[in-house]
């Protein structure tokens, strides 16, 4: 794996995000607006599906709020991808970061999951609201302590 990431760290790309003064700092913004854009259609999307906000009808949630969500995924996952081949020997050697990335994976899933049973009513699509209300945000804080692991 080591040389993978080392393979990754070295290609032309990562290097020059490496040395870049300004392109480096807007991939680092674009994954942050990725990640509000996500987080913040798929908390209402969720709390609409849960039951827990029943003033919006959950199909004009989905109807309004996905569209802002995958946009929100893909910006991410590619700005994100920038930053890891940066670090990558770094980051695979971070548990907090695999971890995420764990997390990560299981709400796309979940999210995935939902889309495919989204016309169903009842406990299924709740659960699988309140499993992505409590992964997203948990996913939200182990990508901010990821700089702060020490190891």
């Keep these: 794996m080591s040389e993978i990431a080392a393979t990754l760290e070295a290609t032309a790309l990562a290097q020059f995000l490496k040395g870049s003064r300004w392109i480096y700092p807007l991939v680092n913004a674009g994954h942050i607006f990725g990640i509000a854009l996500l987080v913040g259609a798929v908390i209402p999307l969720d709390l609409t599906h849960s039951g827990l906000l029943k003033r ?3 199909r004009a949630a989905a109807s309004l709020l996905q569209p802002f ?5 893909l910006l991410a996952f590619f700005c994100g991808a920038l930053l890891f081949i940066t670090q990558a020997g770094d980051y695979l050697g971070n548990p907090i970061f ?12 979940n999210a995935v999951l939902h889309l495919r049973i989204e016309r169903a009513r ?4 709740r659960a699988i609201a309140l499993v ?5 945000p948990t996913v939200l804080l182990l990508g901010r302590l990821v700089g702060y692991h020490i190891g």
């Excluded at 969500?69 to 995924?73: I, N, Q």
């Excluded at 695999?98 to 899933?109: E, G, S, Y």
């Excluded at 009842?122 to 699509?125: I, K, P």
């Excluded at 992505?132 to 997203?136: G, H, K, N, R, T």
């Design 132 to 136: 992505s209300l409590a992964i997203w």
């Design 122 to 125: 009842g406990s299924a699509v």
């Design 98 to 109: 695999l971890a995420k990335m764990v997390l990560v994976a299981a709400a796309t899933l």
């Design 69 to 73: 969500a995958l946009t929100g995924l």
């Design 56 to 58: 919006i009808d959950p």
